[in-house]
């Protein structure tokens, strides 16, 4: 496993991270298989760990601070992560980033995984009906309690970051360390267009979500949609990349990464390793045998002529 510091900030997460999206306390019930495949995560090297309080209404959170107890790793060797924004329940002010709701929420995040503070606390979308002064303001006072080690932003748009970051900066507040995009070889140009301009010169690393384009880029779905797959169950999902176009794109891939001896999914994932201004990528397992696949893409690294290659099959 490699290691990067979180933009310019002194702590250091794995390249190739674990999240809860969509799968613990989801799909994903069975406490063992959570278990063994956590664990399996932690003998390769990963530390990171990244749930929202939206995963499951709180069941992602649950479970992984259920596993984490069990497994008796110690705290100080992870870096665990959670966000605030989506309603966990009908109430009027169970949502969004106001003051009352971030300040409830990171305590009951907090009772779920275990842990008396989180190491990242992001701000899960942009709330346009909280001020921005309140919003600096409230995850700065949540980072000096000493609830959350550093705080972040997800799926903001470049504008908003760097109104967040300018008027931190100018007003003796916390400002945010990291951006949680969408990123990969079939979703890359909102992100390097117009995400890393703003976020590599504030000194912002990106930990970035689905960097296999929700399991598209590793091939599985290259001769039809399977019963079971995450595609199947999610009409969004299968909408939004499976298409006659990335089919073929995905397929083009294969030779490049036989010629290299990896996987696709290795492939993917060191591909978007590549930018210096990512500092990890956040992969979902619901096997023991994928969080092993995916955590050696850490060690891969892309010459000029893969790159060009894997530029060529995409176009």
Do not use: C
């Amino acid at each position: 496993m490699n290691y990067r510091r979180l933009g310019r900030a002194g702590m250091k997460v794995s390249t190739v991270s674990l999240g809860a999206w969509t799968t613990y306390g989801g799909s994903v019930q069975d406490k063992k298989l959570i278990t063994d495949i956590v664990a399996k995560a932690f003998e390769k090297g990963v530390n990171f760990f990244d749930n929202a309080d939206a995963y499951a209404r709180g069941a992602g959170e649950t479970f992984m601070g259920e596993v984490f107890a069990d497994l008796e790793i110690p705290r100080h060797q992870l870096v665990l992560s959670t966000k605030v924004f989506w309603p966990m329940s009908d109430g009027v002010n169970d949502r969004g980033l106001s003051r009352k709701h971030v300040l409830e929420s990171i305590d009951l995040s907090l009772e779920r995984l275990q842990s008396d503070y989180v190491d990242i606390y992001f701000a899960h979308r942009y709330d346009p009906e909280t001020p921005m002064d309140e919003i600096v303001e409230v995850f700065s006072d949540v980072v000096r309690s000493g609830r959350a080690h550093y705080w972040g932003t997800s799926e903001w748009t470049a504008a908003q970051i760097a109104e967040a970051h300018t008027l931190a900066t100018a007003n003796g507040l916390v400002a945010p360390v990291t951006e949680q995009p969408q990123y990969s070889l079939l979703y890359r140009e909102r992100v390097e267009d117009e995400i890393l301009p703003v976020t590599e010169p504030k000194g912002m690393g990106l930990v970035v979500w689905s960097p296999l384009a929700m399991g598209m880029l590793t091939g599985k779905y290259d001769d039809g949609v399977p019963e079971g797959s995450r595609f199947a169950a999610n009409d969004g999902f299968r909408e939004r990349f499976f298409t006659d176009e990335n089919v073929a794109r995905v397929k083009a891939l294969e030779p490049i990464a036989n010629d290299l001896g990896i996987t696709r999914a290795q492939l993917a994932l060191a591909w978007v390793l590549r930018q210096s201004g990512v500092s990890s990528v956040i992969t979902g397992a619901t096997k023991v045998a994928q969080i092993e696949e995916t955590v050696a893409a850490a060690e891969v690294v892309l010459d000029d002529a893969a790159l060009e290659r894997i530029d060529a099959a995409l176009a």
